[in-house]
C-alpha cells in the first residue's frame, strides 16, 4: 500500500514538475515574442495627463502620409538616455516613429566607434547626442541643445522647460521629403531684439528654412517672410527701398514682411512712413489694459489681445488660448483699401484698455488716457495686383516681446501655435506642422488678473468659512443631542 502511494506520489511530483517546466517556457516565449513586436509594434499606453510620451495626431498623420522611407540616426547609444526625464522621454518618443510607420527605421550609433558613419556626412559637423534625418530630398540634423525649450529659474540658471523632440524630429521628417521648402529671414542690424532663439528654434521645427540676414549688405530675395524684431535705430532710405523691391519681387509678389514693434523703442521716422504707405500707423505711448480678465497676472501692461479676424484663429486647435503682447505699441489704421492694399486688423486689445503716453508723468492715471479701446494689436496690410497669381504682406504687430523666449514656449499661451500657423496659412504651404513643446512638468498657470483676484476669494475667503461653519453646525448638533 506505501509503495503504491510512493508511485502514485511520485507520477504527482513528475507532472506538476512538467507543468511547471511548461508554465516557465510559456512564459520565456511570451516575453521573447513581446520584446520582439514592442520593437516594431505599439503594446503600451501613455496615461500622463498631455500624452508627454506618444507621438501626437498631427504627427501621426504625417506618418500615415508618407509614401517614401525615412532614416533616423541617433548618435548616441540607448544607454545615454537615461537619468534625466527629458533625455527618457526624447528616447521613448524617438522609438515611437518606426512604430507607426513602415517607412521609418531608427538607428542608435556610437559614431565616436564608427569612423566610417561620419565619412557618410562630409558636410555636416556631428556631436553626440544629435539626431541625423535622412530623406530622399535632405539631410536634417538637429543638435541635441535644439531637442528642448529653455528658461531661466530664479536664480537666473538656464533650464530645461520643455520637450521639441516631437516637432523638430516631425518637421524634420516633412522637410526631408520635401523639395519646394519656405525660407524665412531673421533680420538683423539696427540694434534689433536678440530675444528670439526659441522663435528661431520653433520655426525651424515647423519646417521652415530659417537665417539671419542683414538689412543693409543681406540678400533678401533669398526669403519668402522677412521678420524685423524692435529695431532701436531707424532704417534709411536705401534699406526702406530694398523692402519694397523684396515685396514687389519683379512682380511675382508672394512676399511678407513681419515688424513687431515696442513700447521702449524711439521715433522711428523713416519706418513710420513706410508703414503708412501700407495703411498701418504705430502710434506713441504704451498699451496698458484695465479689464482684470485680459491682464496677465496683475500687470496692466502685459494685456492679452482678442482675435479680431477669423482667419487665423480658426487654425488654432484651442481658441481659447489667448495671444500676450507685453510692452505693446499702440498700432491704428491709415486706410483700409487704397492702391489695391487691403487693411485688416487680425487681433485687438479690448475695449477696457487704453494708451500711456511717452511723455504721461508718474502720477498718470487710467481715466487720463485720450486713447481708448478697442486698440489694434496686429495689423496685416495685403497688396493684391489685378493679373498677379500671388500677393504680398506688410504685417504689424504691437508687441516684439510677443516673440520672446519666454512666451514662444509657454504651452498655456498661443503665441507660438498661432504665429506659426499664420505664417503656414500665409505661405500656402501645403506640408505644414504646427507642433508644440511637451512640458513633463505639466501646464503652466497663466491666470489673468481677474482670475487670480477670483480664486485668491474663494482661497482664502470662501472655503475658510465653509469649514468654519461646517464646524459650528456639527459642533451645536453634537452639543444639543
Known amino acids: 500500500m506505501k509503495k503504491r502511494w510512493n508511485n502514485e506520489s511520485g507520477r504527482m511530483n513528475l507532472l506538476l514538475g512538467i507543468l511547471l517546466l511548461i508554465a516557465v517556457v510559456i512564459v520565456v ?95 555636416l559637423t556631428l556631436s553626440a547626442g544629435d539626431v541625423l534625418v535622412a530623406g530622399p530630398e535632405a539631410v536634417k540634423q538637429i543638435t541635441l541643445a535644439n531637442m528642448f ?32 521648402p519656405v ?22 521645427s515647423n519646417n521652415f528654412r530659417v537665417g539671419e540676414v542683414d538689412l543693409v549688405t543681406g540678400r533678401l530675395e533669398e526669403y519668402e517672410v522677412l521678420i524685423l524684431l524692435s529695431p532701436m535705430q531707424d532704417l534709411s532710405e536705401d534699406v526702406l527701398e530694398r523692402f519694397d523691391q523684396f ?18 523703442q524711439p521715433p522711428l521716422a523713416n519706418l513710420g512712413v513706410f508703414l503708412r504707405e501700407w495703411g498701418i500707423s504705430v502710434d506713441d505711448g504704451a498699451v496698458f489694459e484695465t479689464d482684470e480678465n ?17 482667419t487665423f484663429r480658426d487654425l488654432l486647435k484651442d481658441p481659447s488660448r489667448k495671444v500676450l503682447l507685453p510692452i ?16 485688416t486688423t487680425l487681433l485687438s486689445f479690448s475695449p477696457a484698455s487704453g494708451v500711456r503716453p511717452s511723455d504721461a508723468g508718474e502720477n498718470f492715471t487710467a481715466d487720463q488716457a485720450t486713447v481708448k479701446g478697442p486698440i489694434p494689436a496686429a495689423v ?15 504685417i504689424a504687430v504691437s508687441s516684439a516681446g510677443a516673440f520672446s523666449d519666454n512666451l514662444m514656449s509657454n504651452p498655456s499661451i498661443a503665441n507660438a ?33 481677474g482670475a487670480a483676484r477670483a480664486w485668491s476669494v474663494i482661497l482664502c475667503i470662501v472655503i475658510p468659512l465653509l469649514v468654519l461653519v461646517t464646524g459650528i453646525v456639527v459642533y451645536l448638533k453634537r452639543r444639543y443631542q
Not at 525660407?183 to 525651424?204: M, P
Not at 498700432?331 to 492702391?339: M, N, R
Request: net charge negative; no cysteine.
Open 149 to 180: 525649450t529653455y528658461t531661466y529659474d530664479a536664480e537666473g540658471n538656464l533650464t530645461i522647460s520643455g520637450s521639441r523632440t516631437e516637432e523638430a524630429v516631425t518637421s524634420a521628417i516633412v522637410s526631408s521629403v520635401t523639395s519646394d
Open 328 to 343: 505693446s505699441r499702440p498700432l491704428s489704421l491709415v486706410f483700409e483699401f487704397k492702391d489695391n492694399k487691403t487693411v
Open 29 to 123: 516565449l511570451v516575453n521573447a515574442l513581446t520584446a520582439s513586436l514592442s520593437e516594431r509594434f505599439l503594446l503600451s499606453a501613455d496615461l500622463t495627463a498631455n500624452a508627454s510620451y506618444d507621438l501626437g495626431t498631427d504627427t501621426r498623420e504625417v506618418l500615415d502620409q508618407l509614401t517614401e522611407d525615412v532614416e533616423l540616426y541617433v548618435l548616441a547609444t540607448k544607454g545615454n538616455f537615461t537619468g534625466n526625464p527629458y533625455l527618457v522621454q526624447m528616447r521613448t518618443l524617438l522609438e515611437k516613429y518606426p512604430k507607426y510607420s513602415r517607412h521609418i527605421s531608427l538607428q542608435f550609433i556610437d559614431y565616436m566607434k564608427d569612423p566610417t558613419f561620419a565619412e557618410h556626412y562630409p558636410d
Open 294 to 310: 485680459y491682464a496677465y497676472g496683475y500687470q496692466p501692461y502685459y494685456p492679452f489681445a482678442d482675435y479680431t479676424d477669423e
Open 417 to 449: 501655435e498661432y504665429w506659426t500657423s499664420m505664417l503656414n496659412r500665409i505661405t500656402e504651404r501645403e506640408d505644414a506642422v504646427s507642433i508644440e513643446a511637451k512640458s513633463l512638468a505639466g501646464s503652466q498657470l497663466t491666470i489673468t488678473t
Open 247 to 264: 515685396l514687389y519681387n519683379q512682380g511675382e509678389y508672394g512676399r511678407t514682411l513681419l515688424y513687431a514693434a515696442s513700447a521702449q
Open 380 to 394: 496685416m496690410s495685403t497688396l493684391m495686383v489685378s493679373g498677379a497669381q500671388r500677393y504680398s504682406n506688410v
Open 183 to 204: 525660407y524665412v529671414g531673421i533680420l538683423t542690424g539696427s540694434a534689433v531684439s536678440e530675444d528670439r532663439q526659441n522663435l528661431e528654434s520653433i520655426l525651424a
